[in-house]
Each structure stands twice: as structure tokens, then as C-alpha cells.
């Protein structure tokens, strides 16, 4: 039997997985700064996305990426809770108006992730430091 992990179709099948699991499940760590880059990466996307599909039928289409947009954040944000040791359950914070939000992006975005393995597994730096730091590998 042939391993596809070396096969370009196996290698592109693994990070079409990767991404499925980084953006759609709360599984597993992120380190702060792929936490920004993954961010990113999603509201790029769902821009590009909103003004293809801006005015495009008779209903509204954009409320579909915005859904995806959504949900991939809530699962970004979630593992970066993972990484601080915390549950994810630290996002209702979203729903006390400014303060909240205030308190989850300094948590999410400026604060150090915890070193070694949690209760979420391990630590997504020295997770990096073996795969080669493929960034469409979430533990």
C-alpha cells in the first residue's frame, strides 16, 4: 500500500484537513501569533467573499460567509482560550458591551499562551518546532 502522505495529493489532502480543523472545530492550542494570522486570513477571505456575492441574487447570499466567518472565529478564539489554560466558555465575556470585548482581545491577543502541555493538549510552540512549523496543523 503507498503512503499518500508523500504524494502531492496526500500532502494537499492533510492541509485541507488541517485548515477544516483549524477554522471549524475547538479542538486542540493556538499560539498567539498564528491566532493573528489565522484571524486575518479569515476576514480576508470573507471579504473577498461578501463583494462576490454583494447584490448578486434576489436574497441575501453574504449572511452565509458571515455565518462561516463566525463560527470559524468562535473556534480561532476558543483554541487561543486553550492555549491560556482556559475554557472556552471565558467568550460570554463577548456579550458584557465594550468591556467584554476589551477584556477578550487582550486576553486572546496580547497575552503569553501557557508553556507546556495543559488540559487542551500541548504546546503549540513546541508542537511547531517538529512538524516544520506547518501553519495548517493545529494539535
Avoid at 493556538?30 to 491566532?35: H, N, P, Q, T
Wanted: hydrophobic share 50%; with cysteine.
Amino acid at each position: 500500500m503507498e503512503n499518500t502522505s508523500n504524494t502531492a495529493a496526500g500532502r494537499a489532502g492533510t492541509s485541507a484537513n488541517g485548515l477544516f480543523r483549524l477554522f471549524f472545530t475547538n479542538r486542540g492550542r493556538l499560539s498567539r501569533g498564528k491566532f493573528w494570522l489565522w484571524t486575518l486570513v479569515a476576514w480576508a477571505a470573507f471579504w473577498m467573499v461578501f463583494f462576490l456575492l454583494d447584490g448578486v441574487g434576489p436574497i441575501d447570499l453574504t449572511r452565509i460567509p458571515a455565518a462561516i466567518l463566525l463560527w470559524a472565529l468562535l473556534c480561532l478564539c476558543s483554541k487561543r482560550y486553550h492555549d491560556l489554560d482556559r475554557s472556552s466558555v471565558w467568550l460570554l465575556l463577548l456579550l458584557i458591551p465594550l468591556f467584554g470585548l476589551a477584556v477578550v482581545v487582550w486576553e486572546l491577543g496580547f497575552r503569553r499562551g501557557s508553556v507546556g502541555e495543559n488540559a487542551f493538549g500541548g504546546d503549540p510552540r513546541d508542537l511547531d518546532r517538529y512538524r516544520g512549523g506547518d501553519y495548517a496543523t493545529v494539535a
